[in-house]
């Protein structure tokens, strides 16, 4: 067994990913403080060619050298927008056809692996605050919540580790490897 180079592995260009037929996710990051996890987030983002990140609230925007050290240039290959509210954000989503999901330890919130995925929708996944988690009005606008279920002593994982999670779960749902 080899260990391939960079240029074995047939990544995409930025302009080849901007042109790509994206997955139907949006990442709704719902006033996230820390700008590695930003920057996480859009690396993940590029990996799985989510369609785009929106930006909401407190959380930073590109170009920042702190979120740079984390997305190693993923802030130039997807798309995101920045909302000063994230329930602005969650509207227009709404009103474009996604499903708006908050990732959440809510009553009657749902298991991932409990939670269905229809490959014919688009979906808008709300990741919230470190501490707080997604707002109370952002979990409002939201059609589920959905819940990692966690064996530990933790309440919570971090978000860019949620996010990685999440995507890869609604991936595997879709079908698409």
């Not at 996230?32 to 930003?38: F, G, P, Q």
């Not at 859009?42 to 979120?67: K, M, N, S, W």
Request: proline share 2%.
């Amino acid at each position: 067994m080899r260990k391939l180079k960079n240029e074995e592995l047939g990544r995409k260009s930025i302009a080849e990913f901007r042109k790509a037929d994206k997955t139907p996710i949006v990442i709704v990051l719902d006033s996230i403080r820390s700008l590695h996890n930003v920057g996480s987030v859009f690396r993940t983002a590029d990996g799985f060619l989510i369609t785009a990140v929106y930006l909401c609230g407190i959380t930073a925007q590109p170009p920042h050298r702190e979120i740079q050290k984390t997305a190693l240039g993923a802030t130039e290959s997807v798309e995101w927008k920045y909302y000063s509210n994230t329930v602005d954000a969650l509207m227009e989503l709404a009103e474009q056809g996604y499903k708006l999901v908050a990732v959440e330890q809510a009553e009657d919130s749902i298991g991932l692996s409990d939670f269905k995925v229809e490959r014919e929708h688009r979906y808008a996944i709300v990741f919230g605050h470190e501490v707080k988690g997604v707002s109370q009005e952002a979990i409002n606008q939201c059609g589920a919540c959905i819940e990692i279920h966690q064996l530990g002593t933790k309440h919570s994982l971090n978000i860019s580790v949620a996010v990685g999670v999440v995507v890869w779960s609604f991936l595997q749902k879709m079908g698409i490897k």
